[in-house]
């Protein structure tokens, strides 16, 4: 994927898979804390605590059993997506392979739950709140940038969107979405790093 940017009166072309590792790493680590940031900002503006009846933990297989239910919907339909839609079609610009291909098994999970616990801050438990799941759903999907190309994968984005606002509703705590977001990142993420191990 390339990205324009101007510098003075001239055109320049960013090519994602010119940067390297370390770029790209550094940058999702600055992505989640504007992330985490936004949050804070939206409850302070919202006057909600973040920490009252969000993240309750209801007895029983209820959060786990949704998020485990939700997350595997998502790497099935994924892996059809994978196995019958052309590359070209899901190509994120070879971000998604510089960010996991060497990491180790615990780096994967570290940065799956970053990832995941910061998202469903700001967007199921921030944004959520005052839009609903439709329409941080419509927000979430254009912030996947390196999607936006084809109306396939954005398409996908939003129904995991939605799907993981629907369960957080559904269930009442933001643990179930955080939990499906993890597993779909986890297991992509391993997907990713442990076949170019055996394709080496």
Not at 44 to 56: D, E, K, Y
Not at 184 to 196: A, E, T
């Amino acid at each position: 994927m390339k990205m324009e940017y101007t510098k003075g009166n001239v055109m320049k072309k960013i090519d994602f898979r010119q940067l390297n590792e370390s770029t790209v790493l550094l940058n999702l680590m600055l992505t989640q804390l504007i992330v985490l940031v936004l949050a804070g900002v939206i409850f302070l503006i919202q006057r909600s605590n973040p920490l009252h009846g969000m993240f309750a933990w209801s007895a029983g297989v209820g959060v786990w059993g949704w998020a485990v239910a939700l997350a595997g919907a998502i790497l099935l339909v994924d892996l059809a997506v994978s196995r019958f839609v052309p590359e070209e079609v899901t190509d994120d610009g070879g971000i998604n392979r510089l960010l996991f291909s060497t990491r180790s098994l615990w780096q994967i999970a570290l940065m799956s739950f970053g990832v995941a616990f910061c998202e469903e801050l700001l967007f199921r438990g921030a944004i959520q709140h005052a839009w609903g799941a439709y329409w941080t759903s419509v927000l979430f999907a254009a912030i996947h940038i390196r999607y936006l190309r084809h109306w396939l994968m954005t398409g996908l984005v939003f129904c995991i969107s939605y799907g993981l606002g629907w369960v957080y509703i559904r269930t009442g705590t933001l643990w179930t979405p955080v939990i499906a977001h993890f597993l779909v990142d986890f297991v992509m993420g391993c997907i990713i790093r442990y076949r170019r191990e055996s394709s080496c």
